[in-house]
């Protein structure tokens, strides 16, 4: 993806903190994108939102959750 291709637009990405996820949250953020970074660990989403917000003119932004528990994905 080229830079700014994505700009105005929103993503979110689960278990992106790390592996296939996290990559491909660094590619939509140097995209343009505005970034929803969600996994599990509260310190790991911290901790990546703000390493994958660096990367590029997008955003990220941070979210604990666990998605196979639906009260949490409301």
């Known amino acids: 993806m080229s830079a700014g291709m994505l700009e105005g637009k929103v993503a979110l ?3 992106s903190t790390k592996g ?3 990559a491909v ?22 901790a990546a939102a703000g390493e994958v917000g660096a990367l ?3 955003e990220a932004h941070g979210v604990q ?10």
């Open 13 to 15: 990405v689960t278990g």
């Open 20 to 22: 296939i996820g996290r």
């Open 25 to 46: 949250a660094e590619d939509l953020v140097r995209a343009g994108a505005r970034v929803v970074i969600s996994s599990r660990s509260a310190a790991d989403v911290e």
């Open 56 to 58: 590029g003119s997008g």
């Open 65 to 74: 959750a666990d998605v196979s528990i639906p009260e949490e994905c409301a």
